[in-house]
C-alpha cells in the first residue's frame, strides 16, 4: 500500500465514522423521545428497559443526560 492509498482509506474511514456517529446521535435522540411518550403514558421503567435493551439505570441515564 503506498502512502497515497492509506491516506485516502484513512479520509474514507473517517467519513464512515461520522456518519455512524451521527446516526448514533440521531438514534439516541429518537429513543430518548419515545422513552419519555412511553413514560408519559404510564410505561414502566423496567417495561421500557426491556423493550429498548437497556438496564434500569440506563434508561435512567439517558433521561438524565443533557442534549448534545
Excluded at 465514522?17 to 414502566?44: K, N, P, Y
Aim: glycine fraction near 8%.
Amino acid at each position: 500500500m503506498t502512502d497515497t492509498e492509506a491516506i485516502k482509506g484513512i479520509r474514507k474511514a473517517a467519513r464512515r465514522r461520522e456518519r455512524a456517529d451521527r446516526a448514533r446521535r440521531e438514534a439516541t435522540s429518537e429513543l430518548l423521545r419515545f422513552i419519555r411518550e412511553a413514560q408519559g403514558a404510564g410505561v414502566s421503567i423496567s417495561q421500557i428497559a426491556r423493550e429498548a435493551g437497556l438496564s434500569r439505570q440506563g434508561v435512567y441515564d439517558l433521561l438524565a443526560a443533557r442534549p448534545s
